[in-house]
Nanobody, 128 residues
């Protein structure tokens, strides 16, 4: 399986921007679809965005649509989450995760249980 390490989190003011990165180890990265999830204190882990293994298809939670963009660079074994117009309610630990490539097209990419590998998470705090 692929190992994942997130980076890029931090403290940002409302309406600011951050770009999260998720570096993957292993030669099979390009065969996985990838997802971003987040978890706020005392809340369940929730889906944020997903991208197919080729990068030609993406999906977003309604709460971030139009503000967040997921992308990937397969030669660099990295997936990104560009977050713009951040709000205090975006505050959470953000996790990237790997999904078997075929599962993306089954439409179950929003379920955490479908993912086979997880990073350790990176904290994003949106506050003035």
């Amino acid at each position: 399986q692929v190992q994942l390490v997130e980076s890029g989190g931090g403290l940002v003011q409302p309406r600011g921007s951050l770009r999260l990165s998720c570096a993957a180890s292993g030669r099979t990265f390009s065969s996985y679809a990838m997802g971003w999830f987040r978890q706020a204190p005392e809340k369940e882990r929730e889906f944020v965005a997903a991208i197919s293994w080729t990068g030609d298809s993406t999906a977003y939670a309604d709460s971030v649509k139009g503000r967040f963009t997921i992308s990937r660079d397969n030669p660099k074994n990295t997936v990104y989450l560009q977050m713009n117009s951040l709000k205090p309610e975006d505050t959470a630990v953000y996790y990237c995760a790997a999904l078997p490539g075929g599962a993306y097209y089954s439409g179950t990419f929003y379920r955490p249980t479908e993912y086979v590998s997880w990073g350790q998470g990176t904290q994003v705090t949106v506050s003035s």
